[in-house]
């Protein structure tokens, strides 16, 4: 009986000692032929020396870790980072953020995650430790100020497309214009000649209102202001495209040029409300700029206006008739030595008395008188 005892005793020691591993990183496994084998302990990788002569249980990087070993020759990547958003750098050397996160991961177990994720419709690179490490997927967009989300970049306009490699949601300003980060719609961008505008089509610059000529796409404006007293709708590209507010006026040829009244018109052109521009009495022309209602001029060389109220063609003085519109005067000129008013219109012609005429009788009275005494 204690024969029994004591080989069973002898058994147990042999076998407490042949599961004894001399890796201290090790721990005995699985039980062969040769004795048991040793597997590398939690947080260890690699091959014991107690199967291979000349290995050795590795520590993991920091911040890993890894479950006991049930075989040998465990490589590193079986150490998991401790931060569920990192993994093991390209040497295995340390854990970074993976791909879509950014930060420093956090070594602790169970601690918080040190890698955030980048915001919606960004991308960035395993390792990347900034928020500008995310880029969008949209190649027109870029993130916002603040980071919380994506706008196309300047001189774009529309809604980023999150999706990668999809199509871009940001469109470039028409030709000409520009707009700032985040603009969402066309009309947010402006023409760089400050003289111009969109057209109603959004397709390109033109000029504005009261201005005519070709937007310029940088530098002095192209778009010279209509004369003063002048005005032009959009779009106008010559300076005779700018007319004169009052309906009976235009621009004359001076340098610069201004507003006159057309011809048979007379006064002074008014840039709103009622015409300052009124037409010549019935029956005369005047010339454009004309001023005063003198200017207005009758059509029959031998007539011009009297001071009736309405003003109309009378014969000048020494005339007699009736003034015509057009052709042959109407006007007839009285005998030589007679004379007629102006305004006569039928032959009202009489011996011109001159201050020899009044002289003669004079004498010829004196004489009379003279006889009689």
């Given at each position: 009986?204690?024969a029994?005892?004591?080989?069973?005793?002898?058994l147990?020691v042999?076998?407490?000692?042949?599961?004894?591993?001399?890796?201290?990183?090790?721990?005995?496994?699985?039980?062969?032929?040769?004795?048991f084998?040793?597997?590398?302990?939690?947080?260890?990788?690699?091959t014991?020396?107690?199967?291979?002569?000349?290995?050795?249980?590795?520590?993991c990087?920091?911040?890993?870790?890894?479950?006991?070993?049930?075989?040998?020759?465990?490589?590193?990547?079986?150490?998991?980072c401790?931060?569920?958003?990192?993994?093991?750098?390209?040497?295995?050397?340390?854990?970074?953020?993976?791909?879509?996160?950014?930060?420093?991961?956090?070594?602790?177990?169970?601690?918080?995650?040190?890698?955030?994720?980048?915001?919606?419709?960004?991308?960035?690179?395993?390792?990347?430790?900034?928020?500008t490490?995310?880029?969008?997927?949209?190649?027109n967009?870029?993130?916002?100020?603040?980071?919380?989300?994506?706008?196309?970049?300047?001189?774009?306009y529309?809604?980023?497309?999150?999706?990668?490699?999809?199509?871009?949601?940001?469109?470039?300003?028409?030709?000409?214009?520009?707009?700032?980060?985040?603009?969402?719609?066309?009309?947010?961008?402006?023409?760089n000649?400050?003289?111009?505008?969109?057209?109603?089509?959004?397709?390109?610059?033109?000029?504005?209102?009261?201005?005519?000529?070709?937007?310029?796409?940088?530098?002095?404006?192209?778009?010279?202001?209509?004369?003063a007293?002048?005005?032009?709708?959009?779009?106008?590209?010559?300076?005779?495209?700018?007319?004169?507010?009052?309906?009976?006026?235009?621009?004359?040829?001076?340098?610069?040029?201004?507003?006159?009244c057309?011809?048979?018109?007379?006064?002074?052109?008014?840039?709103?409300?009622?015409?300052?521009?009124?037409?010549?009495?019935?029956?005369?022309?005047?010339?454009a700029?004309?001023t005063?209602?003198?200017?207005?001029?009758?059509?029959?060389?031998?007539?011009?206006?009297?001071?009736?109220?309405?003003?109309?063609?009378?014969?000048?003085?020494?005339?007699?008739?009736?003034?015509?519109?057009?052709?042959?005067?109407?006007?007839?000129?009285?005998?030589?030595?007679?004379?007629?008013?102006?305004?006569?219109?039928?032959?009202?012609c009489?011996?011109?008395?001159?201050?020899?005429?009044?002289?003669?009788?004079?004498?010829?009275?004196?004489?009379?008188?003279?006889?009689?005494?």
């Amino acid at each position: 009986m204690k024969a029994t005892s004591l080989i069973l005793i002898l058994l147990a020691v042999i076998v407490k000692v042949s599961a004894t591993c001399t890796d201290a990183n090790a721990t005995a496994g699985a039980f062969i032929d040769t004795g048991f084998i040793c597997y590398c302990n939690a947080g260890y990788y690699g091959t014991s020396t107690d199967s291979v002569s000349g290995g050795s249980c590795q520590k993991c990087p920091t911040g890993t870790n890894s479950v006991l070993a049930t075989t040998t020759g465990t490589l590193v990547t079986s150490c998991i980072c401790n931060d569920a958003n990192s993994a093991l750098n390209n040497g295995n050397t340390a854990c970074q953020c993976k791909a879509n996160f950014f930060g420093t991961p956090n070594p602790t177990a169970g601690g918080a995650t040190g890698c955030t994720a980048c915001p919606t419709g960004t991308a960035s690179t395993a390792g990347s430790t900034a928020i500008t490490s995310c880029s969008c997927n949209d190649t027109n967009a870029a993130l916002k100020a603040d980071n919380i989300y994506c706008v196309c970049k300047a001189n774009f306009y529309g809604t980023p497309n999150p999706t990668a490699g999809g199509a871009t949601g940001c469109t470039a300003c028409p030709t000409g214009t520009a707009s700032t980060a985040g603009s969402t719609a066309v009309t947010s961008c402006s023409c760089n000649d400050t003289n111009a505008t969109l057209k109603a089509d959004n397709s390109a610059c033109f000029c504005k209102a009261n201005f005519y000529g070709t937007p310029t796409t940088f530098g002095a404006s192209g778009c010279t202001a209509c004369p003063a007293g002048t005005i032009s709708a959009d779009g106008q590209t010559d300076k005779s495209q700018c007319t004169c507010p009052d309906v009976n006026a235009s621009l004359n040829s001076a340098t610069p040029p201004s507003c006159q009244c057309n011809a048979n018109f007379y006064g002074t052109p008014t840039t709103s409300g009622a015409s300052g521009c009124i037409t010549c009495p019935t029956g005369t022309t005047s010339a454009a700029g004309s001023t005063t209602k003198y200017s207005c001029a009758c059509p029959d060389t031998n007539a011009s206006l009297n001071f009736d109220i309405p003003p109309v063609c009378q014969c000048n003085p020494n005339f007699y008739g009736i003034p015509t519109t057009s052709g042959a005067s109407g006007c007839t000129i009285c005998p030589l030595g007679q004379t007629a008013p102006a305004g006569s219109v039928t032959n009202v012609c009489g011996a011109a008395f001159t201050s020899s005429t009044y002289i003669l009788s004079i004498v010829s009275l004196l004489f009379s008188i003279v006889m009689l005494i």
